[in-house]
């Protein structure tokens, strides 16, 4: 089973920064993309950011300039540097990955959220 845990949220006033870290973990035999989507009141679930095969990256409009998307293949674990953090930056962001596992199912798997909020 694969799972994914995702760390890092939390409280910040406008201007300030977090780090948002997700690793996934169980029986997997590759990882094709990771990335960050969120989910604001009364909004859609959005994609944030993405890392596919590790290298190639994309970003919503919104975040681009402020946020970074990294990933370090030897943990299996994606991070999201984001700073310069607005008001609307507030939600909550939940990992997602694509990953075969042991059996070469490709899935795709979300973490369990963690809550953003930017506010003074």
């Known amino acids: 089973q694969v799972q994914l845990v995702e760390s890092g949220g939390g409280l910040v006033q406008p201007g300030g920064s977090l780090r948002l870290s997700c690793a996934a973990s169980g029986s997997i035999f590759s990882i094709a993309a990771m990335g960050w989507y969120r989910q604001a009141p009364g909004k859609q679930r959005e994609l944030v950011a993405d890392?596919?095969?590790?290298?190639?990256?994309n970003y919503v409009d919104s975040v681009k300039g402020r946020f970074t998307i990294s990933r370090d293949n030897t943990k299996n674990t994606v991070y999201l540097q984001m700073n310069s953090l607005k008001p609307e930056d507030t939600a909550v962001y939940y990992c997602?990955?694509?990953?075969?596992?042991?059996?070469?199912?490709?899935?795709?798997?979300w973490g369990q959220g963690t809550q953003v909020t930017v506010s003074s």
């Open positions: 997602n990955a694509a990953i075969e596992d042991s059996d070469y199912v490709l899935r795709h798997y």
């Open positions: 890392v596919i095969s590790g290298s190639s990256t």
